[in-house]
């Protein structure tokens, strides 16, 4: 009388957007599995933990400097893998949106160039952002990182604690 019908719903890290929305999977799943709107079940359990938590946090970290090393352009902030952990190790399966602000908290739009954004942990992948295409960063700056609300949170890790 009950059915876990697990996760499945993603998160979009490319965009602010809710995609797909849950009632675009609610009328996918009435569609595929009717039997789950019918009163076949008494109970339907998800876990759409991820899927809700995500968009609903944001990390903001004060770039404390900038350098260039062997023709890279390298963004020294706080956001790494101690916190990113998943970003860190799988940066393509869990990109992190990233805006640039400056000082005053305005969002930085001009010269836009590739960048790496790396964290404060000693080893030498603590990237988050590799050769992403971002505004010109400098020391004083802001960088926002997106969708940080489910994993991030939830993961962190002592490794190369600060």
Same mark, same amino acid.
């Given at each position: 009388?009950?059915?876990?019908?697990?996760?499945?719903?993603?998160?979009?890290?490319?965009?602010?957007?809710?995609?797909?929305?849950?009632?675009?999977?609610?009328?996918?799943?009435?569609? &595929? @599995?009717?039997? %789950?709107?019918?009163?076949?079940? +008494?109970? @339907?359990?998800?876990?759409?933990?991820?899927?809700?938590?995500? +968009?609903?946090?944001?990390?903001?970290?004060?770039?404390?400097?900038?350098?260039?090393?062997?023709?890279?352009?390298?963004?020294?902030?706080?956001?790494?893998?101690?916190?990113?952990? !998943?970003?860190?190790? #799988?940066?393509?399966?869990?990109?992190?949106?990233?805006?640039?602000?400056?000082?005053?908290?305005?969002? !930085?739009?001009?010269?836009? +160039? +590739?960048?790496?954004?790396?964290?404060? *942990?000693?080893?030498?992948?603590?990237?988050?952002? #590799?050769?992403?295409? %971002?505004?010109?960063?400098?020391?004083?700056?802001?960088?926002?990182?997106?969708? &940080?609300?489910?994993?991030?949170?939830? /993961?962190? /890790?002592?490794?190369? *604690? !600060?």
């Amino acid at each position: 009388d009950t059915i876990d019908i697990g996760g499945g719903l993603r998160v979009n890290f490319s965009s602010p957007s809710i995609t797909p929305t849950f009632s675009t999977y609610a009328s996918i799943l009435r569609e &595929v @599995v009717p039997e %789950l709107f019918d009163n076949t079940f +008494k109970r @339907v359990i998800t876990e759409f933990g991820r899927a809700l938590c995500a +968009k609903a946090g944001w990390f903001a970290s004060y770039v404390e400097y900038t350098k260039n090393n062997g023709g890279r352009d390298i963004v020294l902030q706080h956001v790494g893998a101690d916190i990113a952990i !998943r970003t860190v190790y #799988h940066p393509t399966i869990w990109p992190l949106r990233v805006t640039v602000h400056d000082a005053s908290g305005k969002t !930085r739009t001009e010269n836009v +160039k +590739k960048q790496d954004i790396a964290g404060p *942990c000693c080893i030498q992948g603590d990237i988050i952002a #590799h050769e992403r295409e %971002l505004p010109q960063v400098y020391a004083g700056d802001y960088v926002v990182v997106y969708d &940080v609300g489910a994993y991030y949170h939830s /993961s962190y /890790s002592r490794y190369n *604690c !600060r």
